[in-house]
């Protein structure tokens, strides 16, 4: 495949960012020399914003000679990146057509925001921050600190000064109907088996709500995939 889409602003979780790291801790044969590395391409996107990293076609920090260096670690949101159409990404990478121009299968948009909730959801029941974060600046950190990755399961902020993803700077979530929506998928994921029926059942005052959470519709993968995830950890 080609990796015009690696050459965008990468939102990540911090779980997402220390399977990188401990990735490259395990795989890498210098991996402070590798460190240098990411530090070096960091430098070069770190305060642009996503306009900016486009337009500048600046790689992500793992990628290397046109090839992702942790793609069976990659995030989430890469892996949604399937292009059906060649000539549209380039297009893209010209700048002359939107990334919602770029057609990809039916399936990838309803199977991240299921992913995302459940992920959220875990989080939030272990009252942790669920942001995405800048991948670039976000990994050097967690590179850079051996411990991060128990630090911010103590609750330390090892992300401090890394950007955000924009969606969450704007709209600070959770709000209070996201909260009960994720505390009712991790009850249901503690208490029923993940091929049972939907759930609509135990919040029926939630299901006409507006505001419910996008990707809330199909909440047997929602809680499959949460199964995945604490099983995970």
């Known amino acids: 495949g080609c990796s015009y889409c690696c050459h ?3 939102s990540a979780s911090a ?6 790291a401990n990735y490259i801790r395990k795989n890498c044969t210098d991996v402070d020399a590798e ?3 990411i530090c070096a391409v960091e430098k070069t996107t770190r305060g642009l914003d996503p ?16 090839q992702c260096a942790t793609y069976p670690v990659r995030p989430v949101i890469c892996r949604m990146c ?5 000539a549209a990404c380039e297009k893209f990478w010209d700048g ?28 939030h029941n272990y009252d942790l921050p669920p942001y995405g974060y800048d ?14 990755e128990e630090e911010w399961f103590q609750g330390a902020d090892v992300f401090k000064g890394v950007a955000r993803d924009k969606s969450e700077i704007e709209n600070p979530f959770p709000s209070e109907i996201e909260k009960l929506f994720w505390e009712v998928i991790y009850k249901s994921f503690k208490e029923r ?15 006409l709500q507006e505001g419910f959470p996008q990707g809330a519709g199909n909440t047997v993968k929602t809680r499959f995939i949460l199964r995945l995830i604490m099983n995970a950890r």
């Open 82 to 86: 399937c292009s059906l159409s060649l």
């Open 96 to 123: 002359k057509a939107d990334v919602g121009d770029v057609p990809m299968p039916d399936y990838v948009v309803p199977l991240r925001k299921n992913y995302d909730q459940a992920l959220w959801a875990a989080l």
């Open 8 to 10: 965008l602003f990468v």
């Open 35 to 37: 460190i240098e590395r």
């Open 135 to 148: 991948l670039n600046h976000a990994l050097l950190a967690a590179l850079e600190n051996p411990n991060a």
């Open 51 to 66: 306009e900016e990293r486009r337009a500048g076609h600046h790689p992500c920090t793992l990628l290397v000679d046109g």
């Open 15 to 20: 779980p997402q960012v220390f399977s990188i």
């Open 193 to 207: 088996d993940a091929t049972s029926e939907p759930l609509w059942g135990l919040m029926p005052c939630m299901r």
